[in-house]
């Protein structure tokens, strides 16, 4: 019985092996295409033997390894053959001061924003106060003043009537509120 030893057609990697069958004319062990009767080196992670020029050669396997480099860009190996570069990092890299810095006013502006939806309360309605908020309530509150009522949508979607008889009241709690992310 012969052991053969077969490989990809593509990359040359060691799969599997199988007894040849004979022959039946000429009673030899057939080798089929993309196999050798060679046995093919012991590999070690991140290594695969590959049949090439009549042998086997160790070559590294790093497939499926995703690395960084020190600017934080990632990368994945895809192919045989392909190392690691000398500058890859197993993780991602800390950011740096300024990553640090830029993830914090990031942060710190989704809280301003978040704030401001969330809004103030007055009689019962949480009253945001956004950019256009104060747009919409400027041209409510001119016409509120000449005497009509509004029932205003606030960009929270609360809604809330606005009268003759409180839009003072209301003024004062709302604008110190919105002014308040003024510094």
Not at 113 to 136: P, Y
Not at 159 to 173: C, D, H, R
Request: glycine share 4%; charged share 25%; aromatic share 10%.
């Amino acid at each position: 019985m012969t052991t053969i030893y077969h490989y990809h057609p593509t990359t040359s990697e060691y799969r599997n092996e199988t007894t040849a069958s004979l022959d039946p004319l000429e009673k030899k062990p057939m080798i089929p295409a993309h196999a050798t009767t060679k046995k093919p080196p012991a590999t070690k992670e991140n290594e695969a033997a590959i049949f090439e020029n009549d042998s086997w050669q160790i070559v590294p396997d790093y497939r499926g390894v995703e690395y960084w480099l020190p600017d934080g860009s990632v990368y994945e190996i895809l192919e045989l053959s392909q190392e690691l570069p000398p500058e890859a990092l197993s993780e991602k890299p800390a950011p740096t001061a300024e990553e640090l810095a830029a993830i914090e006013e990031q942060e710190r502006q989704a809280a301003i924003k978040k704030q401001k939806l969330d809004g103030v309360e007055f009689d019962g309605v949480m009253c945001s106060a956004t950019f256009r908020d104060q747009s919409g309530l400027l041209a409510a509150m001119q016409w509120v003043k000449a005497g009509g009522s509004t029932v205003f949508i606030f960009e929270n979607d609360n809604k809330l009537e606005i009268t003759p008889a409180n839009i003072e009241a209301f003024y004062s709690v709302w604008a110190p509120f919105r002014a308040g992310f003024f510094k």
